[in-house]
């Protein structure tokens, strides 16, 4: 059963473009979404964060869109640069509810980014 | 900075093999993690750790045990390595609960092929 979905394995886009990565979740515990950015032969890192009680989060050029009615979340990078080419992992834990989760993170699939130079 | 280290970054091993991966973080964190990453499925939780000697199992524990004698030491081993654990093993840690965030510091990876 897969609480964190990324529907979409992989995205091209041009420089200078927007970046559109989306995430969907069925848990509706979760409370707290993170994005990790992964290089090959690295291990993921973290990118930017956003709370249940907010519905953005800008971080230069990306910011992340929170729709808790439609259980989705999306990471917009602006504008694209062929150094975010990597792969984007969506990622979702119950923090604020309390839950005993020790910091436990549900991924989704990893969606891979192309920027076109 | 943290800094998460694994033991390897390629190991090749035979089918049946005792294999351990190591990981060591330098950041105190309570919590450790491993993980492995395969394509189309992303990353799936094999094991965490809250404290020493305290483990939890994750989404697929099945084949994987692991022991954290140091706070800063959580190791992953593959009782009778198989051709299906053939994967990236990711290592991770984070502070613990109570924190505001729940951000985890991942290591490189090691690639792990059973032949």
């Known amino acids: 059963d897969q609480q964190v979905k990324q529907n979409s394995p992989s995205l091209s886009v041009q420089e200078g473009r927007i970046s559109i990565l989306n995430c969907d979740y069925t848990?509706?515990?979760?409370?707290?979404f993170l994005w990790y950015k992964k290089y090959p032969a690295e291990g993921p890192t973290f990118l930017i964060s956003?709370?249940?009680?907010?519905d953005k989060n800008e971080d230069g050029r990306f910011t992340v869109f929170l729709n808790k009615s439609a259980k989705h979340l999306s990471l917009h990078i602006v504008p694209s640069q062929p150094g975010d080419s990597a792969v984007y992992f969506c990622?979702?834990?119950?923090?604020?509810?309390?839950?005993?989760?020790?910091?436990?993170?549900?991924f989704g699939q990893g969606t891979i980014l192309t920027v076109h130079p | 900075d943290v800094k998460v280290t694994q033991s390897s970054r390629y190991l090749v091993k035979r089918t049946g093999e005792k294999v351990f991966l190591e990981c060591v973080q330098d950041?105190?964190?309570?919590?450790m993690f491993w993980y492995r990453q395969d394509p189309g499925l992303g990353l799936r939780l094999i094991y965490f750790?809250?404290?020493?000697?305290?483990?939890e199992k994750g989404d697929i524990p099945e084949g994987y045990s692991v022991s954290r004698e140091k706070k800063e030491r959580f190791s992953l081993i593959l009782e009778s390595a198989s051709t299906n654990q053939t994967s990236m093993y990711l290592c991770?840690?984070?502070?613990?609960?109570?924190?505001?965030?729940?951000?985890?510091?991942f290591g490189p990876g090691t690639r792990l092929t059973v032949t």
């Open positions: 750790s809250y404290d020493v000697k305290m483990k």
């Open positions: 990622a979702a834990t119950d923090l604020i509810a309390g839950g005993t989760s020790y910091g436990k993170l549900t």
């Open positions: 956003i709370s249940s009680i907010k």
């Open positions: 848990n509706s515990m979760f409370d707290y």
């Open positions: 950041m105190d964190h309570e919590n």
């Open positions: 991770a840690s984070s502070r613990g609960q109570g924190s505001p965030y729940y951000e985890q510091y």
